[in-house]
């Protein structure tokens, strides 16, 4: 199984960045589908971003062309930059690793806040 610690979260006002860094411990994190996912104050969580052991991303709708995910597979860390951010983008940001197995690991999570 793969630990996961995510970083990076914090206050911003709407129209600014954050970038969200999430190091990963495990042999398998370089051929897992690693995502970033986020769940708001009585909502469910929802997947945000995921990328590919082969670099091939997807995104929910509301963050297309403002949020990028990327990983680097050397330093097994995967990112999460955030641009042009929304008080609608306020939520526990958390990693995820889904191993080729089915077995999916998770972080403890990162606030992100966006002030109006």
């Known amino acids: 199984q793969v630990q996961l610690v995510e970083s990076g979260g914090g206050l911003v006002q709407a129209g600014g960045s954050l970038r969200l860094s999430c190091a990963a411990s495990?042999?398998?994190?370089?051929?897992?589908?690693m995502g970033w996912y986020r769940q708001a104050p009585g909502k469910q969580r929802e997947v945000v971003a995921t990328?590919?052991?082969?670099?091939?991303?997807s995104y929910v709708a509301s963050v297309k062309g403002r949020f990028t995910i990327s990983r680097d597979n050397a330093r097994k860390t995967v990112y999460l930059q955030m641009n042009s951010l929304k008080p609608e983008d306020t939520a526990v940001y958390y990693c995820?690793?889904?191993?080729?197995?089915?077995?999916?690991?998770w972080g403890q999570g990162t606030q992100v806040t966006v002030s109006s």
């Open positions: 495990g042999s398998i994190f370089s051929i897992g589908v």
């Open positions: 990328i590919t052991s082969g670099g091939s991303t």
């Open positions: 995820n690793c889904l191993d080729p197995m089915g077995l999916s690991s």
